[in-house]
T-cell receptor, first 118, second 108 residues
């Protein structure tokens, strides 16, 4: 089956640090990857849609300069939380759609990254 | 504006009970409705529904879609403690929209 690997699974760092999270599709190519944020006991909030070779599309209210997304290849997208502050602490999850797959097909999710900013 | 609303927000039942989770949606360009189960980490895919009235079934779980009423339900029969999770529904129109989620707790 389709596997998406997300790394790291847990980050604890000081305020002001920039944190990079990687999302890789291990056994398929993904032209589109999604980045979500999830607060405890709440649903997934779409932050941005990442398309290989082009700029990410951010949802309303998500700061582009704060959450930098790079989708440099068909198997890798990265999310960098720049100058992270305690309010950025959250669970971040990525997902991917197979290249050639339609948007309405199920997404394959990574295991998420729990980010804690002290 | 596209949106997805799930109810109830949380539910506590005893093992063996049957539960029904609800998902209503508004979408300008419907393509599919998806159900996911999320335990501690990544959501896992359960069902994809595209046509009204056709029940999809997997073991004790089943789901059906009503495109006229813009509504879907997820049924779980003979619940087990392992069913405890957040259940998410999402619709795909021009984009993916996840619902608010239902937190299900099954107690022994």
């Amino acid at each position: 089956g389709a596997v998406v690997s997300q790394h790291p699974s847990r980050v604890i760092c000081k305020s002001g640090t920039s944190v990079k999270i990687e999302c890789r599709s291990l056994d398929f190519q993904a032209t589109t990857m999604f980045w979500y944020r999830q607060f405890p006991k709440q649903s997934l909030m779409l932050m941005a849609t990442s398309n290989e070779g082009s700029k990410a599309t951010y949802e309303q209210g998500v700061e582009k300069d704060k959450f930098l997304i790079n989708h440099a290849s068909l198997t890798l997208s990265t999310l960098t939380v720049t100058s992270a502050h305690p309010e950025d602490s959250s669970f971040y999850i990525c997902s991917a759609i197979r290249a050639g797959g339609e948007l309405y097909q199920p997404q394959h999710f990574g295991d998420g990254t729990r980010l804690s900013i002290l | 504006e596209d949106k997805v609303v799930q109810s109830p927000l949380s539910l506590v039942v005893h093992e063996g009970d049957t539960v029904t989770l609800n998902c209503s949606y508004e979408v300008t360009n419907f393509r599919s409705l998806l159900w996911y189960k999320q335990e501690k980490k990544a959501p896992t895919f359960l069902f994809m529904l595209t046509s009204s009235g056709i029940e999809k079934k997997s073991g004790r779980l089943s789901s059906i879609l009503d495109k006229k009423e813009l509504f879907s339900i997820l049924n779980i029969t003979a619940t087990q403690t392992g069913d405890s999770a957040i259940y998410l529904c999402a619709h795909t129109g021009n984009q993916f929209y996840f619902g608010t989620g239902t937190s299900l707790t099954v107690i022994p």
